[in-house]
């Protein structure tokens, strides 16, 4: 039984490794899959970011000025939007990988997606959709919030963009990595990095896109109109990665991506009090898998699912019972990449702040550009992306080649030493933001001076160029993991560090009015006037706590770098069909002493 699991478990592999083409025939490596078919992909990225972030970075003023509802609140219905959207990106991974594949998946929710955005156009459109016309800043108090039915078409149409979107990102960056093969051609390894960095300048154009030509839409002809415009966006991303059907290597679902992780921990369980066998090549009976793994020696007690115990019954095991070292070490590998997915969700947080409270800044400050232009407060964003535009093509053609010759890894730097380089810039962006606020609160009090919304630049800059580094390691650390079968939930985890770093941002606001409120006066972020608010103090605070995530990622990633097991060999193991820890045992009662 143990060995027949183990050849099954050999096929398996070797089905994951093998990609077909739209047909379900085995794909041809001179037809199908490379950086031409990535480049579908890469268009449907563009244009589904450009509809989305068209949507998500001026939500706020659509909420405040046309739904009514307080600063506070905006920027909480804001955060938590785009937080769904990234824990919804967990939901999309796991159907791909269990299911319907990148591309069926892609194709199913960018329709959701879309009816969203057509149903959001609507809501916009029509009067009687919306509460009466109100100004907030003059007549607040007296400005009807919209409720009932209004309120529910808006958060339906809202939270079915959020559904699409959720479940189209991860996708989006697995299928394009999925077109190359890094088993049978070294050389894709290099061109999957130079993927990664392609697929963040078409994120960073479809951004600057949004946050200027489809921003100023919105802000002159209307949201209704603006968001007719992000779907016409998602409708031609649509059109391009369908039209690359004919060249995609696509991975065909596994089943149950977490029927094998379950199983590890249930056999663990079960079998937790025998002896842990060391797993080493000495010519004994204790054998690692066949294949290109490796055991590891972190999280030793999950060893304890892949003892074979053999009692001269030939009793079969039950995969419940036991598992294969393969099953083991891809658990390892699971548990093993959370704390670094974890140091990422206060840099989120952080992100959170740019797309909300940066944009009432900029709201308060001189938009005048000239006597007849002014720039709409959420273009602010786009300050960033006009740089990166240019930055990521000298990263990938200059730096990355640079940095290749001094460290001989194939990205130039490692995923986690460009994630650490962003962590620490983001502590940068944060004190910009908190200098530039006290600037502008303190002209405003004093001299009743409006300064430039200019001064709003460096903290979007820092942040941009922060973003670049965190965002670009984290997808190509997290798919490089030997998962077999889990790419697309992986780059979910990635988007599911954005979902909590926005809850996250929800928390600390309110968190923060409650501890600095009191009967007499309100917290720091209690009014709608941010000339009565604090922000400078709370950009201080998002400094300091953005600093001691940075020190904590530097443990946990010293900790990964150390307990991860070097590159993956072939063991003498080869073709014996030994996939399991073999303890032989004259009886199941024998038992670690050590273990009460």
Partial sequence: MEEGRGTDKGEMKHQQENTVDWRGRPSNPKKHGGMSAAAFV???????????????????????????FSLSKSANIVTNFVGTIFLLALLGGYLSDSHLGCFWTII???FVELSGFILLSVQAHLPQLKPAKCNMLTDGDMCEEAKGFKALIFFVALYLVALGSGCVKPNMIAHGADQFNLQTNPSHSKKLSTYFNAAYFAFSMGELIALTVLVWIQTHAGMDVGFGVSAAAMAMGLIVVVSGTLYY???????????????????AMLKRKQINPELMINGDQNRAESGNVVQTQRFRFLDKACIKVEDGSNTKESPWRLC????????????????????????????AQLQTFSVQQGSAMDTQLTKSFHI?????QSIPYIILIFLVPLYDKFFVPFARKITGHESGISPLQRIGSGLFLSTFSMIAAALMEKKRRDSALGSGEIISIFWITP???????????????LIEFFYKQSLQGMQAFLMAMTYCSYSFGFYLSSVLVSLVNKITSSSSKGGWLSDNDLNKDRLDLFYWLLAVISFLNFLNYLFWARWHSHSSAPPTIQNEADGMGLNHCILTKHSKDVVDENIP
């Fill in 42 to 68: 890469l268009g449907l990225q563009a244009f589904e970011i450009m509809g989305i972030a068209a949507v998500g970075n001026n939500l706020i003023t659509y909420l405040i000025n046309e739904m009514h």
């Fill in 108 to 110: 199913l929710f960018g």
């Fill in 249 to 267: 290597r696509n991975k065909p679902p596994q089943g149950s991506i977490f029927t094998p992780i379950a199983q590890v921990f249930v056999a």
């Fill in 324 to 351: 294969s070292v393969t099953q083991v070490e891809q658990v390892k590998i699971l548990i093993s990449v959370i704390p670094i997915f974890a140091c990422t969700i206060v840099f989120n947080t952080v992100l």
């Fill in 376 to 380: 709409p407060p959420a273009s602010l």
């Fill in 459 to 473: 903290q979007f800059l820092i942040f941009g160029l922060s973003e670049m580094l965190t965002a670009v390691g």
